[in-house]
C-alpha cells in the first residue's frame, strides 16, 4: 500500500522532498554536461557566428550600396559625375539634376498620372477583392465552390498578351486612364488570400448577426471588414505597389497617349538609351556619346524620385506583408 | 457559359422577388431564424443520436428556403464578378482562334481567312530541321543546327534556361539566406538586415535594371573592383557578351527577390516547436545537425509546395529583364518568348503569329503545372489542387 503511494508521488510529484532532491542532482549533473557541451562546440559556434556575420554583412552591402550610390550619382554636378568615381558622397554638390528632373514635361504628368491610379487603382481594387472573397468565403452559399473554381482556374489559364490587347481596344481601353484600373481590378492571388482569411473567422460571428436580421452586406461592411483590416491592409500593399511599379501597360497601350503616360515609363525611356548603347560595338565609352544620353546625375534623380514614396512607406507595413505572404503562400 | 445562365437568372429573380416584397422577407428571415435556432438547440441536445453529417443536413435543408432569399444578394455580386471574369479573362481566350487564320483588324475575328497551322509551322520551321537531319543524319546535331537557325526555337530554350536558372538560383538563395538570418542572435540586427533585405522588391524592374546596369558599366562598382585587383586592364563591358547575359539576369532576380522570397521560410521556420531544438541538442547535434536534421526538414513541404507553384510560372517570368537589359549583341540569348510576341505581333502588327507564340506559351506552362503537381503528389506531399 505505501509502495504503491510512493510511486504514485513519484510519478505525479506529489512527494516534494523526495522529488526536489532527485531533481536538485538531476539538474547538476545536467548543467555540468551541457556546459562541457557548449565548451565542446564553443570553437564551431563562433566559427559559424562569424562566417554568417560575416555573410550577412555582406548580403546588406551588395544590396544597399547601388541604390545609395544612385543617391549620391543624384546630388553630384551632372558633367562632374560623368567621370565616375563616386561612391557614397557627392563629390561635387549640387541639386540641379532634381531641377532639371523636375522640368521634363513628361515627368511631372507621369508623376500625377502614377500617383492617381495608385490611389484610384488600390481603392477599387482592394473593394472589388475584399467583396469578391466574401461571397466565395461564405459556407452556405450555393455557388461557392463553382465560382471560386472560376476564379482560380484565371490564375494559371490567360489569352495571351495579343488578343487581350485587341479586346481593350474593342472596349475603347486602349488610350484612355481607365485601361490602369478596370481590367486588373480583380486578382485572383489576392482574393484566394483573402479568402484564407476570412474563413478562418469563426462563423458564429456571421450567424449571430443573421439571427438579429442582418443582411449580406450589413454583414460584410459591419462584422467582416472590421476584423480583415490586416489582412486589408496587405492587400492595398501588393496593389499599390504593383500600381506604382507598372509600366509596361503605359507602354504598350498607351503609348501614343502622353497625357496617360506613367512615371515608371518615363523612367524606363531615360535608362532604356543608355541601356541599348552598351550593346554598341563600342559601349565601353559612353562618355563620348553621351549628348544624345541623359546624364548619370539627372537619371540618377529621376531614379531617386521615383522610388523614395515607396521606399519610406515600406519599413512601416512590415507586419502585413509578413502575415498575407504566409497565408497567399502556404495555403494559396 | 452555363454557370453565367444560372448566375444571371437565378440573380435576376432573386431581385424582383426581394425588392417587391421586402417586407415580407424579413418576416419570413426572422422566423426562419427561429427555426434554425430550434433546430440548434434540438440538435444539440440530440447530440448522441445524430452525427455531425446529419446535423449539417438537416440544418441545410431548413435553411433552404429563406437563405435563398438572403444570398440574392450574393448572387446579383456574383453574377457582376462572373460577367467581368468572362469579358477580361475568358473572353480573350476566344482571340485564340486568331493563331488559325490571317487576321487582319480590318475583316476581324469571323471574316479573317482561315490558313491552319501555317503560323506555327513559320514559327517552328520544320523543314530546317528536317533538312538538317536529313544532310548531318544525327539528330543531335540537326537539333542543334535547329536551334541555331529558327528565331523562335532560341526564344523558347532562353525562356526555359533563363527561368529554370532564376528559379533554381532564387530558391536557394532565399532557403539560405532564411537559415542563416534566423541564426543571428541580436534581435535589432536580425530586425535591420530583414528590413533591408525587402527593399529591393518594391523597386520597379526598370530601376533594378538600372541599378544593374550602372554597376557593370564603365563606371560602375564592378569594373572599379576589377581593375583595382588589375583582372581588367580596360574595363569590361559585360553586355557585349553572350556568356554574360544569363548570369546577370540570374543576379538581378537574385538581387531582387531573396529578402521577400525569404519571408516565407522565416515564417516556417518561427513555427517550428522549439522543443525538437532542445531534443537534438541533448542528444548532440551542433548548429548544422540541427539546421541539417530539423530545420530543412520541417520547412521542405513549404519548399515543394512553393517549387510546384513557382515551376507553373516559369515561363512568366521571362520579360522584363531581358527586355530592359537586352540589346541587339545578345539577342540570340536575351530573347525570350514574351519579346517575340511583343516584337512581332505589336512591332510587326502579326496578330496571329504573336497569338500562335502566346498559346504556345499558355500550354507548356499548363503541361509544367500538371506535370509538376502530379509529382508532388507522387512523393506524397499535400497538393495545389
Keep these: 500500500m505505501k509502495m504503491k503511494k510512493d510511486e504514485f508521488a513519484l510519478n505525479y510529484g506529489g512527494s516534494h522532498g523526495q522529488e526536489k532532491e532527485l531533481s536538485a542532482e538531476e539538474v547538476k549533473a545536467l548543467k555540468r554536461m551541457a556546459h562541457k557541451h557548449t565548451k565542446r562546440m564553443d570553437a564551431w559556434g563562433w566559427a559559424f557566428v562569424i562566417c554568417n556575420t560575416i555573410f550577412l554583412v555582406l548580403f546588406t552591402i551588395v544590396t544597399l550600396y547601388p541604390v545609395l550610390n544612385t543617391v549620391a550619382y543624384s546630388f553630384n554636378d551632372g558633367l562632374d559625375a560623368v567621370r565616375g568615381g563616386i561612391y557614397l558622397w557627392p563629390r561635387k554638390f549640387s541639386v540641379e539634376s532634381y531641377s532639371k528632373v523636375l522640368n521634363i514635361q513628361g515627368f511631372l504628368v507621369g508623376a500625377k498620372i502614377t500617383v492617381l491610379r495608385t490611389l484610384l487603382g488600390t481603392f477599387t481594387s482592394l473593394i472589388a477583392n475584399a467583396l469578391l472573397a466574401f461571397i466565395i468565403s461564405r459556407k452556405r452559399f450555393l455557388f461557392r465552390s463553382s465560382l471560386s473554381l472560376f476564379w482560380v482556374i484565371t490564375m494559371y489559364v490567360n489569352g495571351g498578351m495579343i488578343p487581350v490587347m485587341l479586346l481593350y481596344k474593342y472596349l475603347h481601353l486602349t488610350g484612355s486612364f481607365w485601361v490602369y484600373i478596370v481590367p486588373g481590378m480583380v486578382s485572383a492571388f489576392n482574393v484566394m488570400v483573402l479568402r484564407t482569411y476570412m474563413e478562418d473567422l469563426p462563423m458564429e460571428l456571421e450567424e449571430s448577426a443573421q439571427l438579429d436580421g442582418a443582411g449580406y452586406i450589413t454583414i460584410f461592411i459591419k462584422i467582416i471588414s472590421p476584423l480583415c483590416k490586416p489582412v486589408y491592409a496587405t492587400i492595398a500593399l501588393f496593389v499599390a505597389v504593383w500600381q506604382w511599379n507598372s509600366w509596361f501597360d503605359a507602354m504598350l497601350y498607351n503609348r501614343m497617349k502622353s497625357e496617360y503616360t506613367t512615371l515608371q515609363y518615363e523612367l524606363m525611356k531615360l535608362l532604356n538609351s543608355v541601356m541599348q548603347q552598351s550593346g554598341s560595338a563600342n559601349g565601353n565609352n559612353t562618355t563620348t556619346t553621351s549628348k544624345q544620353v541623359t546624364p548619370v546625375s539627372v537619371r540618377s534623380a529621376a531614379t531617386v524620385v521615383t522610388m523614395v514614396p515607396i521606399i519610406c512607406i515600406y519599413p512601416f507595413l512590415q507586419r502585413y506583408f509578413v502575415t498575407g505572404l504566409t497565408i497567399g503562400g502556404v495555403k494559396g | ?385
Design chain 2, 1 to 385: 457559359m452555363a454557370y453565367e445562365d444560372q448566375f444571371v437568372n437565378s440573380g435576376a429573380a432573386g431581385e424582383t422577388e426581394y425588392n417587391s416584397q421586402a417586407e415580407v422577407n424579413e418576416a419570413e428571415a426572422t422566423a426562419d431564424a427561429y427555426v434554425v435556432e430550434n433546430y440548434a438547440k434540438e440538435a444539440y441536445e440530440h447530440k448522441s443520436s445524430l452525427n455531425d453529417e446529419q446535423i449539417k443536413q438537416l440544418s441545410k435543408k431548413r435553411i433552404s428556403k429563406g437563405e435563398l432569399k438572403r444570398q440574392s444578394v450574393l448572387l446579383i455580386i456574383g453574377a457582376i464578378f462572373v460577367l467581368y471574369g468572362i469579358l477580361f479573362y475568358y473572353l480573350p481566350l476566344a482571340g485564340w482562334i486568331m493563331a488559325f487564320q490571317n487576321f487582319k483588324l480590318k475583316t476581324g475575328l469571323l471574316h479573317s481567312k482561315f490558313v491552319g497551322f501555317d503560323k506555327f509551322k513559320f514559327m517552328f520551321e520544320f523543314d530546317t530541321f528536317e533538312y538538317a537531319l536529313e544532310t548531318s543524319g544525327n539528330i543531335f546535331s540537326a537539333f542543334k543546327t535547329w536551334i541555331n537557325n529558327v528565331v523562335f526555337v532560341r526564344t523558347i530554350r532562353n525562356t526555359i534556361g533563363m527561368g529554370a536558372l532564376n528559379l533554381v538560383t532564387t530558391f536557394i538563395m532565399a532557403i539560405v539566406f532564411a537559415i542563416l538570418l534566423n541564426e543571428v542572435k541580436n534581435k535589432l540586427g536580425k530586425r535591420l538586415v530583414q528590413t533591408i533585405s525587402y527593399l529591393p522588391h518594391f523597386l520597379s524592374w526598370i530601376i533594378v535594371c538600372g541599378i544593374i546596369h550602372d554597376s557593370l558599366s564603365s563606371t560602375g562598382i564592378i569594373n572599379d573592383v576589377l581593375r583595382f585587383f588589375h583582372i581588367v586592364d580596360d574595363s569590361y563591358n559585360f553586355f557585349a557578351h553572350p556568356a554574360w547575359f544569363w548570369p546577370i539576369v540570374a543576379f538581378s532576380n537574385v538581387w531582387k527577390e531573396t529578402g521577400w522570397n525569404a519571408i516565407i521560410y522565416l515564417a516556417a521556420i518561427t513555427a517550428i516547436d522549439p522543443s525538437l531544438y532542445e531534443a537534438a541538442e541533448i542528444d548532440g547535434a551542433g548548429r548544422w545537425g540541427k539546421i541539417r536534421y530539423i530545420t530543412l526538414p520541417s520547412i521542405s513541404p513549404t519548399i515543394v509546395i512553393l517549387l510546384v507553384m513557382n515551376i507553373g510560372f516559369l515561363l512568366n517570368a521571362g520579360f522584363e529583364v531581358q527586355y530592359l537589359l537586352g540589346n541587339g549583341l545578345v539577342q540570340d540569348v536575351s530573347q525570350t518568348i514574351d519579346i517575340y510576341v511583343l516584337n512581332w505581333g505589336v512591332g510587326q502588327t502579326d496578330y496571329s503569329l504573336g497569338t500562335a507564340a502566346g498559346i504556345f506559351k499558355s500550354v507548356v506552362a499548363i503541361l509544367l503545372i500538371v506535370i509538376s503537381n502530379s509529382v508532388v503528389k507522387k512523393l506524397g506531399q499535400e497538393s495545389l489542387f
